[in-house]
């Protein structure tokens, strides 16, 4: 199977807080008006990630996809859902099934949480049952409510070496996120052409493959990872850094989008 290159990937932002602790309310009123912001300058995505590096949203993921949620329109709100073990998956589903029918349906799920927590996720997305032991210490059978704007929600996952994570990723129908980490640009490459042929060895669809880059301080041109076979760049916006040239820096990337 042959990979066409696309014309033309996504361009999202991933929107952080460089600030130490967590966001204050100001804080979050600015990353909501980012996402106005990047709304308005043509982005297609904004992803609020919690993880183990400075600068992650450290504010409850979904209270602020909800929060962005209400305040946009049309740009996808991509988010990361938390490790929760398998006894939270109810509480977790009930959450962001309240995002998705903010969002109406543009929610979009990241996640590294285990295999068989993705699977309860999935079902109980679905509408099905599950069991649970109640108050009396009897089993019953439970699901989530509200029910999700859409029927099945995107899932991004991160790369990692090796088969599992990508045979995770094709049997999720999920895409494959793949950070930047100071590898040279045709280091990059060799990983997102790796990844392309995991997922059509089997015969698979392509799956999505999407490159998240530091800004400002970028290590590659823009344009040079839109060249790249993917079908999303994004690129980390710190919010509490970008001060006053928030809106000048967010220019700055989308002018290296292409046509």
Partial sequence: MVHAVRSKPAMGLFLSWSATGSVDAAGRR????????????GFDSIWLLEDDSPGGVRANPALMAASV????????????????????????????????????GRLELFSKNPRDHHRTVRHLWAGKEIRR????????LVQTYPKPYQSRVALWLPYTEGA?????????????????????????????????????ADGHEPGRVAILAGVPDVQH???????????????????????????????????????
């Fill in 164 to 200: 599992p994570g990508l045979d995770l990723a094709v049997e999720l129908n999920a895409g494959i996120l793949v950070r930047d980490e100071g590898l040279a640009l045709d280091q990059l490459a060799a990983r997102v052409r790796g990844i392309r042929h995991e997922f059509a």
């Fill in 133 to 140: 032991v109640g108050l009396g210490g009897e089993e019953q």
């Fill in 30 to 41: 600015r990353i909501v008006e980012a996402a106005r912001a990047a709304e308005e300058r």
């Fill in 69 to 104: 949620a209400v305040s946009t329109d049309a740009i996808r709100v991509c988010a990361q859902f938390l490790d929760e073990s398998e006894y939270d998956s109810l509480r977790a589903v009930e959450d962001w099934s309240v995002v998705d029918n903010l969002s109406s």
């Fill in 221 to 259: 041109d823009i344009r040079e990872l839109y060249a790249l076979d993917v079908d999303e760049v994004v690129c980390r916006l710190d919010v509490d850094a970008a001060g006053d040239r928030l809106a000048e820096t967010m220019a700055e990337i989308a002018r290296g989008r292409p046509e």
